[in-house]
Every structure is written in C-alpha cells, then in structure tokens.
C-alpha cells in the first residue's frame, strides 16, 4: 500500500527566506506524487505534481518540487516566502496505474514569519 | 472557474442523530471520492465512486455511513447514528477519471462540510 510521510510537524520561516517542505513517500511501483494546500476550514487545493518527465516541476504561486526516486523524496519550495504562504501542505502519492486512490500524509503547518 | 459545491459548510448535531452531506462533482467529472479529515491529520479516503458504482469503500464504516451517487452526479453521504468520533471534515473531490492506465488527473476538492457531534 502506497504512504507518504511529512516529518515535521510545523515549518517556521521568515518572510523573504527560502521555503522547504519535506516528503517521503511509499508506494509500490511508479509514483504521481502532488501536492495540495489547505487554508483554514477550506477544502484542498492543488498545487503541482510529477509525472513524469523533469525532476523539478513548477506550479501555482511559485511553488516547485523535486523528484528524488533514489531517496523516495518529493520536497516543496519557494524560493521567497510570503506571509500568505501560511497554510497546510499535503503531500500525496498514488500508483502509476490503478483507481487514482491518493494517500495523503498528514500534513505540514507552514508559518511564515514577518 | 467550475467548483465542486458541497453543503452544508457546518453542520452541529447531537450524538445518536442521523446526518446528511450533499456534493455535487464539476460537470463531466466521472470519479467522485468523499474523505474524511480528522484535525491535525490528512485526508483519509472513504469512499470512491466511478460513475453510479463504488469502485472503493474499503474504509467506510458501513454500520453507520452509508453514500450513494444514484444518477452518477451529485452524490450524499448519511452517517446514522453520529457518534462522537464523526466530527471531522468531510471532504469531497472530483476528477475525470480514475480507472485505466495513464489517468494523470489531479483531484479537485469542494471546500468541505465540517461536522460537530456533541
């Protein structure tokens, strides 16, 4: 069965400073991994994933990802953190083929500091 | 831009009391997933469906949460009875399509119906 792990509980960043949001994942098999954000009491929304194809994927807001396979890693950043950036990330993987079914972690609290 | 709606957005019931959340996927969308997130954790599948027909209910608790999607659009899910562990928020999401080989498409969430059980 496919998991994911976020191992840190909050992320505590200063305006301006680079952002980083780790994740490991588990999954048997080729991953789509993703990412998702979460404001307060508000659903998901999606914010990048890979494929395949390029390591690094850009998406919404200027956040990106890199692929990892050897180290089963899917890290998020920003280069320049903004104090809107405060939210929950999640990170998800599914297998290549299948029903689509997500794994999400459990979530990674990102404060930006001003 | 399309959404997927789901009401009510809050939802405070008392334990023993049947409850109801509606979603209604974007148009066009076959697969429809309702999770359940319990705070401070991540989304947790509950039920999955392909059309009409559920494709994934392994982690449904069918003593007490039951979900249709007759027509193969909007879909409901019923707890009866609630019980204190329900409250959580129910999350609903759509994507094109699910089965087969090559689906890349990412999930799309409504903004979810919080429940309260007291």
């Known amino acids: 069965a496919q998991s994911v792990a976020q191992p840190e509980d909050q992320v505590n960043v200063a305006e301006g400073n680079p952002l980083t949001v780790k994740c490991t994942y588990s999954?048997?098999?080729?991953?789509?991994l993703f990412w998702y954000v979460q404001y307060p009491n508000r659903g998901l929304q999606f914010l990048l994933k890979y494929i395949t194809g390029d390591n690094l994927v850009k998406g919404s807001y200027g956040f990106e990802a890199e692929f990892n396979k050897s180290q089963t890693s899917f890290h998020l950043k920003k280069p320049s953190a903004l104090v809107s950036d405060s939210a929950l990330y999640f990170c998800a993987v599914r297998v290549r083929y299948g029903n689509n079914r997500l794994a999400f972690g459990k979530g990674n609290q990102v404060v930006v500091i001003p | 831009e399309a959404e997927v709606a789901q009401s009510p957005r809050y939802k405070i019931t008392e334990k023993s009391q049947a409850v109801a959340f509606w979603c209604d996927p974007i148009?066009?969308?076959?697969?429809l997933y309702w999770y359940r997130q319990i705070l401070g954790q991540g989304p947790e599948l509950l039920v999955q469906?392909?059309?009409?027909?559920?494709?994934?209910d392994s982690q449904l608790p069918k003593d007490r949460f039951s979900a249709e999607r007759l027509k193969g659009v909007d879909s409901t899910l019923k707890i009866q009875p609630a019980e204190l562990g329900d409250s959580a928020m129910y999350l609903c999401a759509s994507s094109l399509w699910a089965t087969g080989t090559g689906n890349t498409g990412e999930l799309f969430f409504g903004e979810g119906s919080r429940l309260t059980v007291l």
């Open positions: 999954v048997s098999g080729n991953p789509y």
């Open positions: 148009s066009g969308h076959a697969t």
């Open positions: 469906f392909q059309d009409e027909s559920v494709v994934d």
